[in-house]
């Protein structure tokens, strides 16, 4: 099992609807958790950070993390084509050891 | 980016040639990051840095050197450079306390 699993997509949304990115782990003892946005040709841009369980809001953007089941999410309210991009889960595993899925592709379609 | 500056941002050379990367931050940050990217694969860590002169490797370290003579700048040398490490890499600082990191622009190195 990867220790990092998101579905490669493309995730297809219409303008307005909303996103749902999704990401499993297998280490139980991860500690913190991270949503990065990159968009083709550039660098990873923090997106949100979530420590807790639960929900945490950031704008349009929640993340959502449920340690028992061992995931966490990303919502994307009333998407834009600007949301358009690659967004990375990533996770704090150990001392300073942060471990990044391979990332999900968002096409938000006008 | 973060105060965080990567250069060259695109390079081409020969196998076997020696190549080095330079990350240069103002932000002050004790850890420094170097990671490649490639498809299919998403980032991996390279090797980090605790401090000056104090360095750690990450998972896809063989082939690689670092070296932090400066809080500011961090170092990635590629001694011998293979087309294996063709590939993207990234910079990135901070990550003290749980906190998240901060990339660098990137440099986009080809090895022919």
């Known amino acids: 099992q990867k220790e990092v699993e998101q579905n490669s997509g493309p995730l297809s949304v219409p303008e307005g609807a909303i996103a749902s990115l999704n990401c499993t782990y297998s280490?139980?003892?991860?500690?913190?958790f991270f949503w990065y946005r990159q968009y083709s040709g550039k660098s990873p841009e923090l997106i949100m950070f979530i420590y807790s369980n639960g929900d945490k809001e950031d704008g349009r953007f929640t993340a959502q993390l449920n340690k028992a089941s061992q995931y966490v999410s990303l919502l994307i309210r009333d998407s834009q084509p600007s949301d358009s991009a690659t967004y990375l889960c990533?996770?704090?595993?150990?001392?300073?050891?942060?471990?990044f899925g391979t990332g999900t592709k968002l096409q938000v379609i006008p | 980016d973060a105060g965080i500056t990567q250069s060259p941002r695109h390079k081409v050379t020969e196998t076997g040639t020696p190549v080095t990367l330079r990350c240069h931050q103002t932000?002050?940050?004790?850890?420094m990051y170097w990671y490649r990217q490639d498809p299919g694969h998403g980032l991996r860590l390279i090797h980090y840095?605790?401090?000056?002169?104090?360095?750690d490797k990450g998972e896809v370290s063989d082939g690689y050197s670092v070296s932090r003579s400066k809080t500011e700048d961090f170092l990635l040398t590629l001694e011998s450079a293979t087309s294996s490490q063709t590939s993207v890499y990234f910079c990135a600082i901070g990550g003290e306390g749980n906190q998240p990191q901060h990339f660098g622009d990137g440099t986009r190195l080809s090895i022919l």
């Open positions: 932000e002050n940050h004790r850890y």
């Open positions: 280490d139980r003892g991860s500690q913190s």
């Open positions: 990533a996770l704090l595993r150990g001392y300073q050891k942060v471990t």
């Open positions: 840095s605790y401090g000056v002169k104090d360095t």
